[in-house]
């Protein structure tokens, strides 16, 4: 069993900057990809940024592209999701996931995922 962590939500105005942050437990930790996923009241959990194993493969959705970085460091079990440039319309539940399958792939969807944190709260004002 894999535990996952967030960290890092907040109220921020818009325009500001939050970085979360989201630890597993385990030593499989740099085997997988990792997702961070969102969820606004009302709405279905949708991607937001995904990394592969290594680091050395990223998709964004389209929101998300050119003001969210997704990292991770191995050495620390950790993923990282750092936003910038934040709008009201980004607030909503953040979610770190840990990808099914093994290998150099990505996930996009929720189904693809197999262990999930408990999410952190993002809220941007206006």
């Known amino acids: 069993q894999v535990q996952l962590v967030e960290s890092g939500g907040g109220l921020v105005q818009a325009g500001g900057s939050l970085r979360l942050s989201c630890v597993a437990s385990g030593r499989t930790f740099g085997r997988y990809a990792m997702g961070w996923f969102r969820q606004a009241p009302g709405k279905e959990r949708d991607i937001v940024a995904a990394?592969?194993?290594?680091?050395?493969?990223?998709h964004y959705a389209d929101s998300a592209k050119g003001r969210f970085t997704i990292s991770r460091d191995n050495a620390k079990n950790t993923v990282y999701l750092q936003m910038s440039s934040l709008k009201p319309e980004d607030t909503a539940v953040y979610y770190c996931?840990?990808?099914?399958?093994?290998?150099?792939?990505?996930?996009?969807?929720?189904?693809?995922?197999?262990?999930w944190g408990q999410g952190t709260q993002v809220t941007v004002s206006s």
């Open positions: 990394i592969n194993w290594n680091g050395a493969n990223t």
């Open positions: 996931a840990r990808r099914k399958e093994l290998g150099t792939g990505l996930g996009y969807l929720t189904n693809e995922y197999v262990y």
